[in-house]
């Protein structure tokens, strides 16, 4: 018994250890960590621009169908408002010069325009008064301008025809008649007279990728039905197919009057103002 006594004791120790062990709360392990996974974003996805469109008749060289081209111009404009300012200067041998600028202004589909038409030979101005309204036109009679005189705008307007709205009764050439705002008259004879290239900009300002200029330069050729020398012509057209701009410079070979004629749209705008 006496030598019993210590292994029972050990033995009652054991048993006290291990349930302690039991008696505790088991050991809760710590949390794994998981890493962050950042899903990149995928690069924006570049924006292909599309190459400027080309009027109508036209190329980057060259126009190459001039009817298409005013076809088209025409087509444009009757859509739209536009403002315009046409210039026409005739020098003769003797220094005189006979000008004409004619401001004008015509809504969209032209149910109504107005210009006016300043004429100066040998210093003494006269300024003439259009409005076309569904296809009649009167006509202001023509008062003399001096340098304080701005006319008066209350003159009465007198029919002058109602057959060619843009033609007029005391005008034999066509280059006085009352201009359409799409100045087809004079376009067309520009136009086919010779052959247009691409040039760069006049005024020396970096070639736009959506305005092209075309010239075109003839020894002699035949404009707006006589014989002309020395002929330059510049155009300038936007993809839109209108031909915002050109100037005309030449001879007339039957007289030696130096002539230049400038046709410029300030503005060209579709819908409400």
Do not use: K
Request: glycine share 6%; charged share 25%.
């Amino acid at each position: 018994m006496p030598r019993l006594a210590p292994v029972l004791l050990c033995c009652a120790v054991l048993a006290a250890g291990c349930a302690g062990l039991t008696a505790d709360d088991t050991e809760t392990p710590d949390p794994v960590s998981v890493p962050e996974v950042t899903v990149p974003t995928p690069e924006a996805t570049p924006t292909v621009t599309a190459r400027p469109r080309i009027a109508v008749g036209v190329t980057r060289r060259q126009v190459v169908d001039p009817d298409a081209l005013l076809t088209a111009h025409v087509g444009t404009l009757n859509e739209a408002s536009v403002v315009f300012t046409y210039e026409r200067a005739v020098t003769d041998r003797n220094g005189t010069v006979r000008r004409r600028v004619v401001d004008g202004r015509a809504e969209s589909g032209s149910p109504s325009y107005r210009a006016t038409d300043l004429q100066v030979v040998d210093g003494e101005q006269t300024e003439t008064g259009y409005r076309i309204t569904d296809g009649r036109l009167e006509r202001r009679n023509g008062r003399p301008l001096s340098g304080t005189d701005t006319g008066d705008s209350s003159q009465a307007w007198t029919v002058v025809t109602t057959d060619d709205p843009f033609g007029s009764v005391a005008a034999t050439r066509t280059e006085d008649r009352v201009p359409a705002p799409s100045f087809r008259d004079r376009l067309e004879p520009i136009l086919s007279t010779a052959e247009l290239v691409r040039t760069d900009n006049p005024n020396g300002v970096p070639l736009r990728t959506t305005t092209y200029y075309y010239r075109a330069n003839a020894t002699t050729a035949t404009l707006f039905g006589e014989r002309v020398r020395n002929l330059s012509v510049l155009l300038e057209v936007e993809p839109s197919t209108v031909v915002m701009s050109y100037e005309v410079r030449y001879e007339r070979v039957r007289t030696g009057e130096q002539v230049t004629e400038r046709l410029r749209y300030g503005a060209v705008w579709f819908g409400s103002d």
